[in-house]
């Protein structure tokens, strides 16, 4: 009777040290709840559906009780990407997948190089935007009016780096330059120093030599206010 006795306090201790060893650690499925949650506080208003990947293997119970997420150095937010967790001042590096699909932009038809591009020459595809270019056009607006610097392929996704806004004035073209000043305006001639579209800032040189900074309009003048 002692040995069973004995038995069921020593069953019963093991039983309460386990719980409480229990509750001590951070569940595994718990963290990686949290980290889901961090990561998509990084998009607070991203309408685009994102799914968060944990790459790293990790122990089902790791000592943590307030862990802390942060992002090492992750210019593209999209694909692989670091993040730092720190856990009772222990680090663990974690390697996380951010799959995020959603709306971008692609050519409609065969785009010849040197194009003006208009709404007609563009879709709009949906698709997983982590294995597009970090630089992929995500609005019409956004490419309307550019040009095409190579000969676009149709559904061929748009990046900044294959347009250029329309030049309004081009290197080294004479311009009319307006000074606006206090209750006085003066129309001058100049000459472009670089390439300039609409609202663009230009540095332009007169007559005398002199480098001034100004804004060009839409009738591709200089606008320069004192």
Request: charged share 20%; glycine share 4%.
């Amino acid at each position: 009777m002692k040995m069973i006795i004995y038995l069921f306090l020593l069953f019963t201790s093991f039983t309460v040290n386990s719980i409480g060893t229990t509750v001590q650690k951070f569940n595994f499925f718990d963290l990686t709840q949290q980290l889901n949650i961090f990561l998509k506080q990084q998009y607070p208003s991203n309408k685009d559906h994102i799914s968060i990947i944990l790459r790293t293997p990790l122990k089902k119970n790791i000592s943590c009780k307030k862990p802390i997420f942060s992002l090492l150095n992750n210019f593209r937010k999209l694909g692989l990407i670091d993040v730092l967790l720190t856990c009772n001042k222990q680090y663990y590096y974690l390697t996380v997948e951010i799959q995020s699909e959603g709306e971008y932009i692609a050519a409609n038809r065969k785009i010849p190089r040197g194009t003006i591009i208009k709404e007609s020459d563009l879709k709009v595809l949906i698709g997983r935007l982590d294995k597009l270019p970090n630089n992929t056009f995500r609005n019409k607006k956004d490419v309307i009016n550019r040009v095409n610097l190579r000969d676009f392929l149709p559904l061929q996704p748009i990046t900044s780096l294959m347009t250029h806004p329309f030049w309004i004035i081009k290197v080294n073209q004479q311009v009319t330059v307006i000074i606006n000043g206090h209750n006085f305006t003066i129309f001058s001639r100049a000459k472009s120093l670089s390439n300039g579209a609409i609202h663009e800032n230009i540095r332009v040189q007169t007559k005398t030599g002199k480098i001034i900074n100004g804004i060009i309009n839409q009738n591709g003048e200089v606008i320069v206010s004192l």
